[in-house]
């Protein structure tokens, strides 16, 4: 054998050995449940999903502190070089080692390949060393670009003897024996890693932007935000072995890179609960194609599943576009609707969900009873209106009515047409969705839908985001016959259409606002808010987490009835955040936001929900002018 023929022979050799520990991978894959993948549109759209929608992600810098060697710029130019060079130095190393193409002109292309991966891996090494980044993974993941390194010297070797610099090669003998036996190791730790190495988020990770779960998420004028409708008639509901995923979802998991941007982002991870999404998605991914999941002595720990908050901050900052959300209530599903092991007060509140129609337990009957002054129309079926105003849960609890009385006083001041349910409106049953009950929220949401249909409106009103998203999103018996607003946006509205003069008053000091996790990234809404403050003259600081990368209050998902243990609490860690921009009052756009936040131990900012600061504004512009001069 020929000794320019040694890198062609090694490269087909890996690609081979690449090619079977893909395909075994592939059989833990196909192990799942089928799964409803446009295969050939997948494989078409995947160009523009990595170059575009990925590296959107990857450009900008990671949730928390700067860390200039892994912020988002540096990780785009390290991974374009690196993975770039990779493969465009592959083919080029096959077709100069073992084609009739074999010239001094491949080889300096090779050769700019080789230096482009090159520049690539010491970005890699100046990322992880001397101090790697504590949310980037180890293990592994530190001896890639090693594996990288030697790739690149052996055919750096190869190919300069090809252009007559240095002497010839003789991989029989040192130094070039010690180079072959690296070339070797490299390879096979960067071609058979595609199965079962580090390596195996680039087939995974490319086949998986191909069949993602949820294409509809790469259409940017859409947010796929909603909850799979769970078949209450499977044989087994919710996920207990990694098999009960679907293939494509396995195949997610695998795609993860372990950047730890999702743990950054993690509002329970920074409150000290017992949740890491990255190591969540790594224990999937790892898991047997059978056994349990989850439960005591399984890979994931019950505690790990109910401190989610499912506010998709993860998902949202996940650059392989992985949903662990959808991981995380399936499995919860299996541990309400199979084991009965909802922990916490969520027990309770499911109990009373299914019992009165409300979480608290408190009759319908009793919704009214904070607005007996405030003469509200109700809307008997038949009876028709502009505006349905749907007043959630709030209405029976304190800080929510505060939030509901002066959005209702609002309404009237501008002359609205709009009426309430009052003892007819059910809970939305999103709380029961979010817990795995999918039975108690199908339920909900069928009576929801047959008592809407009795009456006539052209909107539903609310503000709650939890309750916009399920009726907006995941009520598919609505199929677009209803608009359903937040009141952010219909007070806007309001006012920028003269029906509420309005005019700014003075606050104590600067107010900042804190964007709903169901307004912002599951709705994508998170303009509306702040140019409705704008309106009333308030133009707020932001905080380090803010709009789409909002960090969340701790209510969403459940997360307060869960009750899940941490080092903090983390409605704790958002007000840290508001005190970090000296705000001394923060803006909330949902009545459960408020509830969470108020409850931090004073001193604290003032917390005031919109609808309050607009009132406010109200007031001030039907001041007297008296007034105004004394």
């Not at 998420?217 to 909850?227: P, T």
């Not at 009873?369 to 509200?376: S, T």
């Not at 804190?514 to 003259?537: F, K, M, T």
Request: hydrophobic share 50%; with cysteine.
């Amino acid at each position: 054998m020929s000794p320019e023929r040694l890198p062609g022979l090694l490269l087909v050799a890996s690609l081979a050995a690449a090619l079977a520990s893909g395909l075994w991978r592939a059989r833990r894959w196909r192990a799942g449940r089928p799964a409803d993948v446009d295969l050939m549109r997948g494989l078409a759209a995947l160009p523009k999903r990595y170059l575009v929608d990925v590296h959107a992600v990857v450009l900008r810098d990671p949730p928390g502190p700067r860390e200039p060697r892994a912020g988002g710029g540096a990780s785009a130019r390290m991974h374009v070089l690196t993975a770039g060079g990779l493969v465009l130095a592959t083919p080029l190393a096959l077709l100069q080692g073992l084609t009739p193409l074999r010239g001094p002109w491949l080889a300096v292309g090779l050769l700019a390949a080789l230096a482009m991966m090159a520049a690539g891996v010491a970005l890699v090494a100046w990322r992880r060393w001397p101090a790697r980044p504590a949310r980037l993974s180890g293990g592994a993941f530190d001896t890639l670009p090693w594996a990288l390194g030697g790739f690149v010297a052996f055919l750096l070797r190869a190919t300069c003897a090809d252009l007559g610099v240095g002497p010839p090669v003789r991989w029989t003998a040192l130094p070039d024996l010690g180079l072959a036996a690296l070339g070797v190791w490299a390879c096979a730790e960067i071609f058979t890693g595609v199965g079962w190495g580090p390596m195996r988020h680039a087939l995974a990770g490319a086949l998986h932007l191909a069949f993602h779960p949820r294409p509809a998420r790469f259409d940017k004028a859409h947010i796929d935000a909603a909850l799979r409708p769970l078949a209450l008639d499977s044989p087994r509901l919710g996920v207990q072995s990694a098999r009960d995923f679907r293939w494509n979802e396995l195949l997610g998991f695998d795609a993860c890179v372990q950047c730890g941007r999702c743990e950054a982002a993690c509002p329970a991870f920074a409150a000290g609960q017992p949740l890491n999404p990255k190591t969540l998605i790594r224990d999937l991914a790892s898991a047997a194609t059978h056994g349990t999941l989850i439960g005591s002595g399984a890979i994931v720990e019950a505690d790990t599943l109910w401190a989610c908050t499912t506010c998709r901050a993860c998902v949202s900052e996940c650059p392989m576009m992985i949903e662990h959300v959808d991981a995380v209530v399936d499995l919860r599903r299996f541990q309400t609707l199979e084991l009965g092991a909802t922990p916490g007060k969520a027990v309770q509140a499911l109990q009373e969900l299914r019992a009165t129609d409300t979480v608290c337990g408190r009759s319908t009957a009793s919704r009214l009873d904070w607005a007996a002054d405030l003469k509200l129309r109700l809307l008997a079926p038949g009876a028709s209106c502009d505006v349905l105003l749907w007043l959630g849960e709030a209405a029976f609890d304190l800080r929510g009515q505060r939030t509901l009385r002066a959005l209702v006083q609002v309404l009237q001041r501008a002359a609205v047409d709009f009426a309430v349910l009052g003892a007819d409106e059910l809970d939305c049953g999103d709380l029961a969705r979010r817990l795995g009950d999918e039975a108690t929220f199908a339920e909900l949401a069928r009576r929801n839908v047959e008592t809407l249909a009795k009456r006539r409106f052209a909107r539903i009103l609310t503000a709650d985001p939890h309750v916009l998203h399920a009726l907006r999103n995941e009520y598919p018996a609505f199929g677009g016959r209803y608009e359903v607003w937040h009141h952010s946006a219909y007070l806007l509205e309001l006012v920028r259409s003269g029906r509420l003069p309005v005019r700014g008053a003075a606050l104590d000091g600067a107010l900042t606002f804190h964007d709903p996790c169901y307004l912002g990234r599951y709705n994508g809404d998170i303009e509306s808010p702040r140019q409705l403050l704008q309106a009333i003259g308030i133009v707020p600081v932001e905080m380090k987490r803010s709009g789409m990368r909002s960090s969340c209050c701790g209510w969403g998902g459940g997360a307060a009835f869960t009750d899940v243990p941490g080092k903090r609490r983390i409605p704790d860690v958002r007000i840290e955040h508001a005190r970090e921009v000296a705000a001394q009052v923060v803006a909330v756009a949902c009545p459960n936001c408020a509830v969470m936040l108020e409850g931090v131990v004073a001193p604290r900012p003032a917390v005031l929900d919109l609808a309050e600061l607009v009132q406010r504004a109200v007031q001030e512009a039907e001041r007297p002018a008296a007034q105004e001069v004394a």
